[in-house]
């Protein structure tokens, strides 16, 4: 579901791929509801070797995160600090994660490429950031740790699923119509670095 | 003070301090990061920069380290020969390391290559690293300390160039690092450059600029203005916080140089993100301290 309250775009699990039609790469928005933390491991069980994941995410959201987590009692685990991590990394699995598990958002740091694109555009899925180094921030949005599965993995690679209130602020960096914001930034940051590189070369030579 | 109780102090204020440095980020880094905030003018940019001041504030306020990656601890001491504590320091040093990963605390981040699993203490071979210099003829001892994280040492990188390439070629190789993996460390950045004779002499200088003093210049001249289009010209491309787009890139861009054989340029660029957690703290022969980065800081 999506609703804007006080001007914030709100997405509420379960999301459908209407809700994410109007929302485009550069739009601030915040999730409330379903965010399972799934990295490398995660998407290498998934994709690699056919496992089932153990936590639903369909129609919801993950988290390119590894936390630190608390203890407090069995069963019983509270987040104490939770931040991105690079998203490329799981650029290689994400078109077929997409494709299996029924995701609908992605969160992370920076940019993604052409897999994730084609996932985002068949499948109805977008793909986010949060601004990185924000790792309490992050833990506070965090209400509290609904499941928690794999966790043979290790507790950063473990799937931990949290129920969130207004997660974010969260960048849309690729969305459902074919746009990637770091790639399009890219050409950008490139072309200018050509120009100040022949700028900067007029006055540095030094050795004559 | 017996050598025992001596080394137990250190270690208690070196533990203290480090655990500080990642709660409160340095006062010329909030100075600067301040200073770039005003100067945004997107939207996109002002939310990003709201992030980083409200989580600044709540890291203070919970008492939480400000990033998750909590990195690896380095150290950079300069070290008066006849400072008393000199032959337990790096042991105390490790020991510090230990007490703070504990207490604060610190994420495990240290894994033991080869053998490839965590130690799940934050400590391990050669971790903490810590690079000596030698001060003669003095009692005292400076400390630098610093966590480097995942995301910011991964555009870490040195070469050689040939004379040829001249400074064009210095240009080059720190300009291309910024867009290639610069955009992903966290921007704004404080960039880190040795220009020297051989790989491990301009990468220990790169590291060495991350700890000067944002602001400072080279003494050289020529290297004060290559700084400055450098910053200006990273600044140009326009990376943003985040690496999302935005007037600034950087909090700054420092050069560090020694002499170089005539056939040889050796370069290397090193960056730290925007929680650049970087502590300075000297002692004297009696243990007093002062620090230098951080105004809040006691014990
Ligand atoms: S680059 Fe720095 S701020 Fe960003 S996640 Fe890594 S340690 Fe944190």
Known sequence: ?208 | MSKEIQVKKMTDIIAAFVGYTGIHLPDDVLAKLTELRSKEDSPMAGLIYDTMFRNIELAKELDRPSCQDTGVLQFWVKCGTGFPLINELEALLKEAVLQATSETPLRHNAVETFDEYNTGNNVGKGIPTVWWDIVPNWDGCEVYTYMAGGGCMLPGHAMVLMPGEGYEGVTRFVMDRMTSYGLNACPPLLVGVGVATSVETAAMLSKKALMRPIGSHNENERAARMEKLLEDGINAIGLGPQGMGGKYSVMGVHIENTARHPSTIGVAVNVGCWSLRRGHIMFDKDLNFKVASHTGFTM
């Open chain 1, 1 to 208: 579901m999506l609703e804007i309250k006080d001007s914030k775009k709100i997405l509420t699990t379960p999301i459908s791929a209407e809700d994410l039609k109007d929302i485009h790469t550069g739009d601030i928005i915040y999730i409330s509801g379903s965010l399972t933390t799934c990295r490398d491991d995660v998407h290498r069980r998934v994709v690699e070797e056919g496992l089932t994941i153990p936590i639903d995410i369909r129609d919801k959201a993950i988290f390119h995160a590894g936390p630190i987590i608390r203890t407090l009692g069995e069963d019983h685990y509270e987040v104490v600090s939770v931040g991105p991590t690079t998203s490329m990394r799981m650029e290689k699995f994400e078109y077929e994660f997409v494709k299996e598990t029924g995701v609908r958002v992605l969160v992370g740091k920076g940019g993604m490429k052409e897999n994730t694109v084609r996932a985002c555009q068949e499948f109805g899925c977008i793909h986010c950031v949060i601004p990185a180094g924000n790792a309490v921030v992050a833990a506070i949005c965090v209400e509290e740790v609904v499941d928690a599965q794999w966790l043979d993995l290790g507790m950063p690679e473990a799937l931990w699923s949290c129920r969130v209130k207004e997660f974010g602020p969260l960048i849309v960096s690729i969305d459902t119509h074919g746009s990637n914001y770091f790639e399009e930034k890219k050409i950008e940051y490139n072309k200018r670095k050509e120009e100040e590189i022949a700028k900067i070369n007029k006055e540095v030579g030094f050795i004559k």
